[in-house]
């Protein structure tokens, strides 16, 4: 079954500074790759997502990068805000097995 | 619009003791799913389901049942609850019968097994 592999764990920036969030997946035959950010105590909610006939996807100051061949895909963040703070989960899902899997998850902590 | 609305938000159960969890979506979803989340190790699918009589396992499914009569609820069971079970589980929702769109979670329920 597909396995994804995040990295990393934790993340520490200062405001306006980028961060990255990086992924791996298992299942070459995988074609749908949401982000989800997770404040505490809180529900997970969708941020971003891309699907593998797309290489690059923007949405303000979020941005997600597909790489089909080397099979990962990663989460930019520009400019970070202290709201910004959160668990964000990277997962795969291939549409044929109908199983949406998860990364271990990336605290990120941005400081004012 | 209420979303995805799990039942109860906390709860304590002694070892060998059954529940069931509820969730319910008035979106008119056709993919649902359950999860659980444990420091470290993020979100596991438990059991999913793609309509209405339809269901199938994830990937930590022991210990637990499912069954979708509705398209709106998706009760989860715990047979035999047992430490190992202490953990936050959260029901989302999809559109799309194979699960390739937005997931609405609901609030999730605390569970602590003693």
């Known amino acids: 079954g597909e396995n994804v592999e995040q990295h990393p764990s934790t993340l520490s920036v200062q405001e306006g500074d980028s961060a990255v969030i990086k992924c791996t997946y298992s299942d070459s035959a995988s074609n749908y790759f949401p982000w989800y950010k997770q404040e505490l105590g809180k529900r997970p909610q969708l941020i971003i997502d891309i699907r593998s006939n797309v290489g690059e996807k923007k949405d303000q100051r979020i941005a997600v990068t597909l790489n089909k061949t080397a099979k990962h895909f990663s989460l930019h963040i520009t400019e970070t805000q202290p709201e910004d703070s959160a668990v964000y989960f990277c997962a795969a899902l291939n549409t044929g097995f109908q199983k949406l899997v998860f990364g271990t998850g990336t605290r990120l902590l941005v400081s004012p | 619009n209420a979303g995805v609305t799990q039942t109860p938000k906390f709860q304590v159960l002694k070892t060998g003791q059954s529940m069931t969890l509820q969730c319910a979506q008035d979106?008119?979803?056709?993919?649902m799913s359950w999860y659980r989340q444990d420091p470290g190790m993020g979100l596991r699918l438990i059991h999913y389901?793609?309509?209405?009589?339809?269901?199938d396992q994830g990937e930590v499914p022991n210990g637990y049942n499912v069954s979708r009569s509705t398209t709106e609820d998706f009760p989860l069971r715990l047979l035999s609850a047992a430490p190992s079970q202490t953990s936050v589980y959260f029901c989302a929702s999809s559109y799309s019968p194979t699960g390739g769109t937005e997931a609405f979670f609901g609030q999730g329920t605390r569970l602590t097994v003693v």
């Open positions: 389901s793609v309509g209405a009589g339809i269901t």
């Open positions: 979106m008119n979803h056709e993919y």
